[in-house]
């Protein structure tokens, strides 16, 4: 019987937890100053994988959430916020957020960037306020590994999505479904 009751405990501390995640994140906002530090830093730490610079450098601009942070037990959410750059400056600042049912469990965050390597593509996502992602437009999701290296010549899509330094274990990586929202920063 206590075997069930800590099962319970934990589903419960994970669900408080996704909650938190999905919904006071957006109260916690960062400022305009403090994305741009965290952007700066999660493309210095991009720029350290091998073959990434070559992906950069045909960049139409390059959307970066530092930290994503996801939980999930059966059912997980998942919340981050970023920077689009355009020429190496920020355009505009947005938040990435999801919902997911299915096998999945734990915590983990990670950080992603979107490159865009098409004009159109990226001319269509800034024109939007709300972009989903399988639904109005499509990312090549490339998740890095440890000693992993990438290469332009086998990647050619005109949006990419990288997701790298994780820290903790999370089944279920992937984009498909993330949300991302134009934010007003000052």
Known sequence: MSTLVSVKRIAAMLATLIT?????????????????????????????????P???SIAKGVLVFPRVYK????????Y???????????????STAAASVGFQLGVQAK???VIF???AALTKFR????????????????????GKSLDTNNINDPVIGFVFGQKGLMYNLTLEGSKFTKLKKD
């Open 80 to 94: 981050g916020e970023g920077a689009l750059r355009v020429g190496g400056k920020t355009v505009d600042y947005y």
């Open 71 to 78: 939980a999930g037990i059966g059912v997980g959410g998942e």
């Open 20 to 52: 938190l995640i999905v919904f006071a994140s957006p109260a916690l906002a960062a400022s305009a100053a403090e994305i741009d530090v965290e952007v700066n830093n999660a493309l210095a730490a991009f720029q350290k994988i091998e073959g990434a």
């Open 54 to 56: 070559a992906f950069l």
């Open 111 to 113: 950080s992603i960037v």
């Open 127 to 146: 024109a939007s306020e709300g972009w989903k992602v399988g639904v109005d437009g499509s990312v090549a999701l490339v998740d890095i590994g440890v």
């Open 117 to 119: 390597t098409d004009q």
